[in-house]
């Protein structure tokens, strides 16, 4: 199978959680959403000179690459590792860029406004991080294991997330009466232990007990 071959299987497959298709780098900092979100989740795969529908449309390889080398290093952080590739088809090149899940997360991206975000890959979307993303990213990152009690109140909290639609960060700190910062970081423990998983529904964040 050559290169070409293994770039039309790649694009037959579309877009999904760990690849997407990029016609052209128009904005660093729209390449570094992608690249943070890729890292921060499962990694994944960048297109860039293929359209939204699959056609190629090719790219100029060297400024394409310092622009990617541009979002993983100066906007990135912790920067993230990648590895490209460029493929010749159809008279046209297309660079294929590699992006390994990280070690180091949450990666954070910097937008146009020049602030921070962590971004998750969902489906085919970059999505922002929840502050429970962050907070069981950090959890990950300690050396030590965590403690935490089970009380009357887990129990009841973990009841009020075993609906099958899951509750939004808002609802959970509603219903825990408790600061918002204690509840968010009970909510990451339950992800973080595996009891609670996350979902995402019309375009939001849940959280509901594992099914």
Same mark, same amino acid.
């Given at each position: 199978?050559?290169?070409?071959?293994?770039?039309?299987?790649?694009?037959?497959?579309?877009?999904?959680?760990?690849?997407?298709?990029?016609?052209?780098?128009?904005?660093?900092?729209?390449?570094?959403?992608?690249?943070?979100?890729? #890292?921060?989740? *499962?990694?994944?795969?960048?297109?860039?000179?293929?359209? +939204? !529908?699959? &056609?190629? /449309?090719? @790219?100029?390889?060297?400024?394409?690459?310092?622009?990617?080398?541009?979002?993983?290093?100066?906007?990135?952080?912790?920067?993230?590792?990648?590895?490209?590739?460029?493929?010749?088809?159809?008279?046209?090149?297309?660079?294929?860029?590699?992006? #390994?899940?990280? *070690?180091?997360?949450?990666?954070?991206?910097?937008?146009? +406004? !020049?602030? &921070?975000? /962590?971004? @998750?890959?969902?489906?085919?979307?970059?999505?922002?991080?929840?502050?429970?993303?962050?907070?069981?990213?950090?959890?990950?990152?300690?050396?030590?294991?965590?403690?935490?009690?089970?009380?009357?109140?887990?129990?009841?909290?973990?009841?009020?997330?075993?609906?099958?639609?899951?509750?939004?960060?808002?609802?959970?700190?509603?219903?825990?009466?408790?600061?918002?910062?204690?509840?968010?970081?009970?909510?990451?423990?339950?992800?973080?232990?595996?009891?609670?998983?996350?979902?995402?529904?019309?375009?939001?964040?849940?959280?509901?007990?594992?099914?």
């Amino acid at each position: 199978m050559t290169d070409a071959d293994k770039l039309y299987r790649l694009i037959a497959e579309g877009e999904h959680q760990e690849q997407d298709f990029k016609y052209e780098i128009s904005s660093i900092s729209k390449i570094a959403r992608s690249l943070s979100a890729f #890292a921060n989740t *499962d990694g994944g795969r960048l297109l860039i000179g293929v359209k +939204d !529908n699959g &056609r190629i /449309a090719g @790219v100029k390889t060297d400024e394409e690459y310092y622009m990617v080398e541009a979002a993983a290093t100066q906007y990135c952080c912790p920067p993230v590792a990648f590895t490209m590739e460029a493929v010749r088809t159809e008279e046209k090149d297309v660079l294929v860029a590699t992006i #390994a899940p990280s *070690d180091k997360r949450p990666v954070y991206a910097r937008d146009e +406004d !020049n602030k &921070r975000r /962590a971004y @998750v890959r969902v489906k085919d979307e970059n999505i922002v991080a929840t502050p429970v993303h962050l907070f069981v990213w950090r959890e990950e990152n300690r050396p030590s294991g965590t403690f935490v009690p089970f009380t009357e109140q887990e129990r009841r909290l973990l009841a009020f997330l075993s609906n099958e639609e899951g509750r939004t960060l808002n609802q959970f700190c509603r219903y825990a009466g408790t600061g918002r910062r204690k509840a968010i970081a009970l909510l990451a423990y339950f992800v973080h232990f595996g009891v609670v998983e996350t979902v995402f529904v019309e375009h939001r964040f849940r959280f509901r007990t594992v099914l």
